[in-house]
């Protein structure tokens, strides 16, 4: 089966919508929180956006499908970095402001093959920021909260200077998952035709 | 420059318009946008009421489904007082006063909606029994330990609370559990050691 491009244009959008609605579920300890994308992702999924239309990796929109797609994209682009991006602090600010000072030389360049391989490697750094490294030393750096007589909250202010970090259950990072899988493949099916036939 | 080539005709291209709406009339494209208005409203709804549970998300569009009926409410009610005990397990006394709150809003309007005397008697005990567990948690939370003084405000709040449900025709059982509360909470709000003293 064949489908066309306002067939593809719809799914994504479906696809897309579903993916920033997992985005923004986070499974903390004690319940469900439900985060909404700010200002930094929002801007940045909006660079991001264009640059996807700008080389060909999303299509570039034409009637109400293909704007649909674009826009639940933009949105579902948001929500994915509220979810990747490390959390409020001086880590953020670190991260946020390389990757967006490289993110015009970097992204803009080569074919849309390579702008989603580059895409992914960045999805990869982040994950491993926000999930990995800001965990293991939020564990490490200094006592806990309530203990050694007051310096637990001394450490524990210094740590939320670098990262506002809240423990998530590992079910929590599966919904993450699920939700980038789900950008992904809304990804693949509004690739443009101009892509496709792009050298591999 | 070719000029044999024929001029393009006006009708090989079609309009945007035209091609808007035959985009429109392919199988399901119009019921994959209804589809995804319908997503849309939904994520903004949850995103909005912010659920902690697939039980909160049951009780939740029960209500807004059939807001002017007893058991819709009654359910919430009582699912908010599940809510309020896993705050509470979880150490937070706020949120689970906040939920308790919310849990005697629900039982209140299930008992407004009441058609027999059976589902009065049912949610009043409810509403009473979850106004006695918040002013449990506000004792709890106001009354100090022995070298630091009580929050006095807190504890009247809570006695006020504990009034109000004594005011209402209760089971024996929740009766005596509020003049249980009702006497702890007086002897609390006795000045320095008295507390401690039998009245």
Not at chain 1, 12 to 18: H, I, N, T, V
Request: proline share 7%; glycine share 6%; with cysteine.
């Amino acid at each position: 089966m064949t489908w066309t491009a306002a067939q593809r244009a719809v799914a994504a959008s479906l696809l897309f919508l579903l993916s920033a609605v997992l985005a923004g579920m986070v499974l903390v300890e004690h319940g469900v929180e439900y985060h909404l994308f700010g200002l930094v992702e929002g801007i940045f999924a909006l660079l991001l956006g264009y640059i996807l239309v700008l080389r060909g990796a999303w299509a570039a929109p034409s009637g109400l499908c293909g704007w649909a797609a674009v826009v639940y994209g933009t949105v579902a682009t948001a929500q994915v970095l509220e979810l990747l991006f490390p959390p409020p602090g001086l880590v953020q600010w670190v991260v946020v402001t390389g990757v967006a000072i490289t993110a015009w030389s970097v992204f803009s360049a080569g074919s849309p093959r390579r702008l989603v391989a580059s895409l992914a490697s960045l999805a990869v750094v982040l994950a491993l920021v926000r999930y990995s490294v800001i965990p293991v030393l939020w564990a490490h750096l200094g006592p806990a909260q309530g203990t050694a007589l007051g310096l637990g909250d001394i450490a524990e202010s210094a740590r939320r200077v670098f990262a506002d970090w809240h423990p998530v259950r590992p079910a929590g990072e599966l919904v993450g998952f699920v939700a980038v899988c789900c950008w992904a493949l809304a990804t693949r099916l509004v690739w443009s035709p101009r892509a496709a036939h792009e050298e591999p | 420059m070719d000029t044999s080539a024929p001029a393009p005709s006006p009708d090989a291209a079609p309009a945007p318009a035209v091609a808007e709406r035959s985009e429109l009339r392919e199988p399901w494209v119009l019921p994959g946008l209804a589809v995804l208005l319908v997503g849309t409203v939904l994520a903004v709804l949850l995103y909005r009421a912010a659920p902690q549970s697939a039980a909160e998300v049951r009780t939740g569009a029960l209500v807004a489904v059939a807001p002017d009926a007893f058991t819709p409410h009654l359910s919430r009610a009582r699912e908010r007082l599940d809510a309020s005990q896993r705050a509470r397990a979880a150490g937070d006394t706020a949120a689970a006063i906040a939920r308790l709150a919310e849990g005697e809003q629900e039982a209140l309007a299930a008992r407004q909606r009441a058609s027999d005397s059976t589902q009065v008697r049912t949610a009043t005990d409810l509403w009473a029994n979850v106004v006695l567990d918040r002013a449990e948690l506000m004792l709890a939370s106001g009354a100090g330990p022995w070298y630091k003084m009580d929050d006095d405000q807190v504890l009247k709040e809570a006695l006020t609370a504990v009034n109000r449900a004594q005011e209402a025709p209760l089971s024996p059982a929740t009766k005596t559990r509020a003049a249980a509360l009702d006497e702890r909470i007086r002897r609390q709000l006795r000045p320095g050691p008295l507390e401690w003293l039998p009245r």
